[in-house]
């Protein structure tokens, strides 16, 4: 394919892309197939000879669109929603086009440098703390691919830092007995990625107990640290829930700050799904306390209209991530060391994409204002269907919903709740996707909108549900 022939087959992807999103809602949510079936459709091995574009399409349509779910349908109530928006893709466009990889800041000077300044934009809109900035003496942010990853990080991160001291401080411990005393701390609220990340770390885990709003309990966290350090162990980390996968359960920052502050621990919030709200002043006390936390998560590709993957992490500490894991070969270095921004440590691997370009244009093309009324309206949906849901006679919400999440089921009665799942699940026309609060023994259904449902989709959904509900 050369320049020319891209030109022409381009727009028809960009048509075909168009025409998809116009007619989604037309599609069912979920697919019609069972496991395997791909390997019936497609040959099993690659073609000796090149294939056109149009044969490639037709057996994209004829093979993998039907096995595909459609996370943008406006019926997709499931899991947490991924963002979708034309600037967006525009941007990803781009990134893809010029095809850079941002080992280090010379591979590509503004890969780095544009990553840098849009965390500063976000991060002074959304009016984290200066010392989360670029610009404060030691503080910044990075783009990653997930929520997971950044929690691997600053563990990583820490666990380092902490083997260093303890070994500056006693020689004769070696690496594995200092792992052996460190803890981390979170909820049954937490992603199930803390837990594997602490698994990835060798990392010892503490659950501590939640309260009546099934955040987590301070005194009990209090209570934890402190037996733990009458053990010996070494208290490495606290991580909490800023909107929790489950719940959307959102911990109290300053109560555990406090206490992270007075045992020397760091504190690490996991906002994947939630911390897209601050950019709203309305939502932002839900943060009261940030001040005391020392990495922040969140990802952009959920509410904040950019593709996945754009998870965005900030440390008050860079200079650690940096120290941790700096590994320098002649081959990556370059005039202006030591005066520049290096990415590459602040995670796993060392090839970087340009994610913050697709970044920058949505900051560009819609604006702090439409990316407010975007999560403004996400919220508003959410709020219709608990109060459809409160005026029911069948249904009751459990959970608190301070964002766009909606937990509910049917009054009292975890199998009819099951069982009702299970019918929704029959209807490809919706999903829908289930948890449990075990504390509580409380089986539920969770319901969150995307960014393309409407009132409409949620008032038909929620009749939808009822129905299927009065059939139990």
């Not at 460190?182 to 885990?205: D, G, I, N, P």
């Not at 919030?269 to 950019?279: E, K, P, R």
């Not at 959920?302 to 590994?327: G, I, P, Q, Y």
């Not at 006679?393 to 009702?420: A, H, M, P, S, Y």
Request: charged letters at 20%; hydrophobic letters at 40%.
């Amino acid at each position: 394919m050369d320049p020319e022939q891209f030109r022409i087959q381009g727009k028809q992807m960009v048509d075909f892309i168009a025409d998809y999103m116009t007619n989604i809602s037309k599609l069912d949510v979920l697919p019609s197939v069972q496991p395997g079936y791909l390997k019936n459709l497609l040959p099993d091995s690659a073609p000796e000879n090149n294939i056109n574009f149009d044969d490639v399409m037709k057996h994209f349509n004829q093979a993998i669109m039907p096995g595909m779910t459609h996370w943008h349908h406006p019926n997709f109530y499931a899991f947490y929603p991924t963002a979708f928006s034309f600037p967006s893709l525009l941007g990803s466009m781009l990134s893809d086009g010029i095809a850079c990889i941002g080992l280090n800041w010379q591979a590509s000077p503004a890969c780095t440098e544009l990553e840098v300044l849009v965390l500063d934009w976000l991060a002074k809109s959304m009016k984290m703390p200066e010392f989360f900035l670029s610009s404060s003496e030691n503080g910044g942010g990075t783009i990653l691919s997930s929520a997971s990853e950044a929690t691997l990080m600053v563990l990583l991160v820490e666990r380092n830092i902490m083997i260093k001291k303890i070994q500056e401080e006693n020689s004769e411990i070696t690496e594995g007995n200092a792992l052996d005393r460190m803890v981390v701390y979170f909820t049954k609220q937490a992603h199930s990625s803390v837990e594997r990340a602490c698994a990835l770390s060798l990392l010892k885990f503490r659950i501590i107990e939640t309260d009546s709003n099934e955040s987590m309990n301070a005194e009990d966290l209090s209570k934890a640290l402190l037996e733990d350090k009458e053990k010996n162990l070494i208290p490495l980390m606290v991580i909490t829930s800023f909107g929790s996968t489950s719940l959307c359960v959102f911990d109290n920052l300053y109560d555990i700050g406090t206490i992270c502050k007075e045992y020397g621990v760091k504190f690490h919030v996991d906002a994947a799904y939630a911390g897209s709200s601050l950019i709203c002043p309305e939502y932002q006390y839900l943060a009261r306390g940030i001040e005391f936390v020392n990495s922040f998560c969140f990802n952009a590709h959920k509410m904040l209209k950019t593709h996945f993957d754009c998870s965005v992490l900030w440390t008050d500490n860079r200079r650690s991530a940096v120290e941790a894991f700096s590994v320098n070969p002649l081959y990556l270095a370059h005039d202006f060391e030591g005066v520049t921004t290096e990415l590459r440590h602040w995670q796993v691997p060392l090839g970087r994409r340009f994610r913050a370009l697709k970044l920058w244009f949505v900051l560009n093309m819609f604006g702090i204002q439409n990316l407010q009324q975007g999560i403004r309206q996400h919220v508003k949906l959410a709020i219709l269907f608990a109060d459809k849901v409160n005026h029911s006679d069948l249904f009751e919400v459990v959970n608190r919903v301070d964002f766009g999440l909606v937990c509910f089921r049917i009054k009292n009665d975890n199998e009819k709740t099951r069982q009702l799942h299970n019918q929704l699940k029959l209807d490809h026309s919706i999903f829908l996707s289930p948890s449990i609060l075990e504390k509580k023994d409380v089986f539920f259904i969770r319901f969150v909108c995307g960014c393309f449902s409407t009132e409409k989709d949620v008032l038909e959904t929620f009749d939808k549900i009822n129905a299927a509900a009065m059939k139990l």
